[in-house]
T-cell receptor, first 116, second 115 residues
């Protein structure tokens, strides 16, 4: 069963504007971690931000913030002040905390294009 | 230093060849991973090594053979591959395997083409 859903295959944003990339997830495990990765055309997956299921505050890392709504099971990535270099594929991922089930599951990804 | 290195960057091989992909990290991570990524798709987990022992094999065909000679090095041996095995092969590492909180750091990948 699909556990991570990214419903936006592609998104466009004007340079210097903010953009939100959607991610919803499904799990019955009370302990889990949510991750966002950026993949430029070069191929490398770059870790951006992490949110734990027990974290009370939304995670932030520089221009990246994670809008974590636990009851709605959503973990949207917000990129502020978009730059041309933000154009890339973005993957949301989840890892559940149960022993023996610790592989990371990725969503289908969202391709972000930043327009000058 | 959060670097994972992979060699080679590109590889073209015939279906009868034997080749190996190499991955290295010096962050003291005890978990290492191999992923396969087809174009416009998310990465798919192939293997997980935890403390140099194989922990997960996601039903990968035997023509892919992983090896973890030490805590810093991970190899993927390739033999008798098929054209559909052409993909980007990503290596990753994390501090530990078995909890939900440790992020994985990825290498730049090897773009494999099987002719």
């Amino acid at each position: 069963a699909q556990k991570i859903t990214q419903t936006q295959p592609g998104m466009f944003v004007q340079e210097k504007e903010a953009v939100t990339l959607d991610c919803t997830y499904d799990t019955s495990d009370p302990s889990y971690g949510l991750f966002w990765y950026k993949q430029p055309s070069s191929g490398e997956m770059i870790f951006l931000i992490y949110q734990g299921s027990y974290d009370q505050q939304n995670a932030t890392e520089g221009r990246y913030s994670l809008n974590f709504q636990k009851a709605r099971k959503s973990a949207n990535l917000v990129i502020s002040a978009s730059q041309l270099g933000d154009s890339a594929m973005y993957f949301c991922a989840m890892r559940e905390g149960r022993v023996g089930n610790n592989d990371m599951r990725f969503g289908a990804g969202t391709r972000l294009t930043v327009k000058p | 230093d959060t670097e994972v290195t992979q060699t080679p960057k590109h590889l073209v091989m015939g279906m009868t060849n034997k080749k190996s992909l190499k991955c290295e990290q010096h962050m003291g991570h005890r978990a290492m991973y191999w992923y396969k990524q087809k174009a416009k798709k998310p990465p798919e987990l192939m293997f997980v090594y935890s403390y140099e022992k194989l922990s997960i094999n996601e039903s990968v065909p035997s023509r892919f053979s992983p090896e973890c000679p030490n805590s810093s090095l991970l190899n993927l041996h390739l033999h008798a591959l098929q054209p559909e095995d052409s993909a980007l092969y990503l290596c990753a590492s994390s501090y530990m395997f078995g909890t939900d909180s440790y992020e994985q750091y990825f290498g730049p990948g090897t773009r494999l083409t099987v002719t």
